[in-house]
């Protein structure tokens, strides 16, 4: 079975502090993905990597940033925390399309982020 | 931008029927269905990937009309289990990635 881990359940930090929320994957999927989820929005893509040290902007980039030095490992990086970003984050995987056929994206737990 | 879910919610007694429909303004390749229990991560249910395209296994079905940018999810005979929060995922040629829609929540009651 894939397994998509994510650093944190539940994560409280103050505002302007830099916040890293870490993402593993066991299944050597080439695409990962990072996620917030807010009531009545869905899921809002912040920024996803198709290989390594790739990254490609998603719909809600502005206050983020990512890293992906290793195949299995994404993190996202909130510089300097702000209220705004309190919200719950997903962390998703998946393999490369092949001959133009979609696989599914697997995701981890979530981490819910408190900015106070 | 962001497809479009309706209804945004819907209470139903078990055995009864649901449609999720979910629309977008863009030209699409691909819809993907997630369910996500409360708490718990999103789960994949299907990929449609063609005009006109059904798919289903056990009592859920979906079918995507390319044309119309359009797709619905379709729950027969719902059971408790099918609770939840419904997401679609659009996919655009070539993109490698899903804009999800809002969401629409089920709830299903004995």
């Known amino acids: 079975d894939v397994k998509v881990t994510q650093s944190s359940r539940y994560l409280v930090k103050r505002t302007g502090e830099k916040v890293f929320l870490e993402c593993v994957q066991d299944?050597?999927?080439?695409?990962m993905f990072w996620y917030r989820q807010d009531p009545g929005l869905g899921l809002r893509l912040i920024y996803f990597s198709y290989d390594v040290k790739m990254k490609e902007k998603g719909d809600i980039p502005e206050g983020y940033s990512v890293s992906r030095e290793k195949k299995e490992r994404f993190s996202l990086i909130l510089e300097s925390a702000s209220t705004n970003q309190t919200s719950m984050y997903l962390c998703?995987?998946?393999?490369?399309?092949?001959?133009?056929?979609?696989?599914?994206?697997?995701f981890g737990p979530g981490t819910r982020l408190t900015v106070t | 931008q962001q497809p479009v879910q309706s209804p945004q919610a819907v209470i139903l007694r078990e055995g009864e029927d649901a449609v999720i429909n979910c629309s977008s303004s863009?030209?699409?390749?691909?819809v993907h269905w997630y369910r996500q229990k409360h708490g718990e991560a999103p789960i994949f249910l299907m990929i449609?990937?063609?005009?006109?395209e059904q798919k289903g296994h056990d009592k859920i079905s979906a079918s995507f009309n390319e044309k119309k940018q359009q797709s619905s999810l379709y729950l027969t005979a719902s059971q408790l289990s099918y609770s939840g929060t419904y997401f679609c995922g659009t996919e655009m040629r070539g993109a490698q990635k899903l804009v999800f829609g809002q969401g629409t929540r089920l709830t299903i009651n004995p």
């Open positions: 299944m050597d999927h080439e695409n």
């Open positions: 449609l990937l063609k005009g006109g």
């Open positions: 998703a995987s998946s393999l490369t399309p092949l001959a133009g056929l979609p696989y599914e994206q697997y």
């Open positions: 863009k030209a699409l390749y691909s």
